[in-house]
């Protein structure tokens, strides 16, 4: 596999004939819309032949709503080696509360191609958003943690999960203790029953850093539970101003500090299936960025004309364009970012990825996965 970088004048012809490859497996597996037009800057993967894959072991992970669709998750299963399905929440009084659309079909279509269902739990309140208030009245009342274990093991049982995956934000600092001892309590009863525990956890750089990150203690967690997921994504964010999702130095300072608190074959690397599209000029507190998918970007990038850059420090393609007189800034992923933050899993000895999220389709993506990874199933 090489990864081509469009040149002026390049059509999908010359690239064709420049790699003497078919040109429909260039549309096919960079997700390319007739007429097939190109604009410069686009990273291409183009597939030289049947290459194997590489032999260093990973465990994949993708996070997917049950209301993902068939094909897409069909087509993303055979490279994952975990599906966590997002997600169920749960009362102050510890019910738990399930999908609002059933995740049965998930589960068994995950199972049917050798990759284990995880189930996502996670303290999300009637508006959808994270709710500390719930994790706090939990992680303190050992009658309503009880209560909420003994429905997620009811839960597994009934509907064949694998695993669970605590993926709880925004914890109090008064919670920080009682959170890990929840984790530990549940890894032991999942455990003994046969089932996993995870933990995703916010980007942090230091143990006694402050912000979203400080109810989360990375050496405890990383004690309690299984293994864990960085979330190292959301750098460049909704309200945030325009930048890269998950710039690479960013990413490496908190691969280089959780290494120190947990053991690496217990990390999983968070990998940002999106991108962000910035009105300008960016007022903070007013502009809002849409999230738009990786080829959907490219997508915007040729109807508009518009180049495509690179930046080599943060490892992030980005580009400009105007629309209807307002100037526009997109920062997404392609192959080339992708294969850098894929360098720092063997370099760090870690335990695989974890992407967020897989709903929308970036095949590129999982060609070149495959090709530099061995998939554990």
Same mark, same amino acid.
């Given at each position: ?61 993708? #996070? @997917? ?38 995740? /049965? ?17 996670? $303290? ?113 964010? /909704? #309200?945030?101003? $325009? ?43 007013? /502009? ?14 040729? @109807?508009?004309? @518009? ?9 992030? $393609?980005?580009? *400009?364009?105007?629309?209807?007189? /307002? ?27 974890? *992407? ?22």
């Amino acid at each position: 596999m090489e990864i081509y970088v469009v040149r002026s004048g390049d059509t999908i012809y010359s690239i064709g004939a420049q790699f003497g490859v078919p040109i429909e497996g260039i549309i096919y597996d960079n997700q390319l819309g007739y007429p097939y037009l190109l604009t410069i800057g686009q990273a291409l993967l183009i597939r030289e032949g049947n290459e194997e894959g590489g032999s260093r072991p990973v465990i994949t992970n993708g #996070y @997917a709503y049950p209301f993902i669709r068939p094909w897409v998750l069909r087509e993303t299963l055979p490279y994952l080696s975990e599906l966590s399905v997002f997600s169920y929440g749960f009362t102050k009084e510890g019910d738990l509360v399930p999908p609002q659309v059933d995740d /049965t079909w998930m589960i068994q279509l995950a199972l049917d191609y050798r990759t284990r269902p995880i189930l996502t739990l996670t $303290p999300l309140d009637e508006a959808g958003k994270f709710n500390n208030y719930l994790i706090h009245v939990m992680v303190q009342d050992n009658t309503i943690r009880t209560n909420l274990i003994a429905q997620l093991l009811q839960i597994m049982s009934e509907k064949n999960y694998s695993g669970v995956d605590v993926d709880f934000e925004y914890i109090l600092a008064e919670d920080r203790d009682a959170f890990v001892e929840f984790v530990s309590v549940l890894r032991e009863e999942m455990n003994n029953a046969g089932y996993s525990v995870s933990v995703a956890l916010a980007p942090k750089v230091s143990a006694d850093q402050q912000g979203i990150g400080a109810g989360k203690d990375y050496k405890g967690i990383g004690a309690a539970a299984n293994w864990v997921l960085l979330m190292t994504y959301e750098w460049g964010y /909704t #309200y945030g101003p $325009p930048m890269a999702v998950a710039p690479l130095p960013n990413v490496r300072r908190v691969v280089t500090y959780a290494v120190t608190e947990i053991p690496a074959d217990q990390i999983n690397l968070g990998i940002p299936n999106y991108g962000y599209d910035w009105p300008l000029p960016y007022e903070r507190g007013v /502009t809002v960025a849409r999230t738009i998918g990786n080829v959907e970007a490219v997508e915007i990038a040729v @109807a508009n004309k @518009a180049e495509i850059l690179y930046d080599g420090r943060v490892q992030s $393609p980005y580009f *400009y364009y105007t629309l209807d007189g /307002t100037e526009h800034v997109v920062w997404f992923e392609d192959v080339r970012s992708l294969q850098a933050k894929f360098s720092l899993v063997p370099e760090y000895n870690l335990r695989g990825m974890g *992407y967020w999220q897989i709903m929308r389709p970036f095949r590129a993506n999982w060609l070149l996965l495959a090709q530099k990874f061995y998939i554990v199933k």
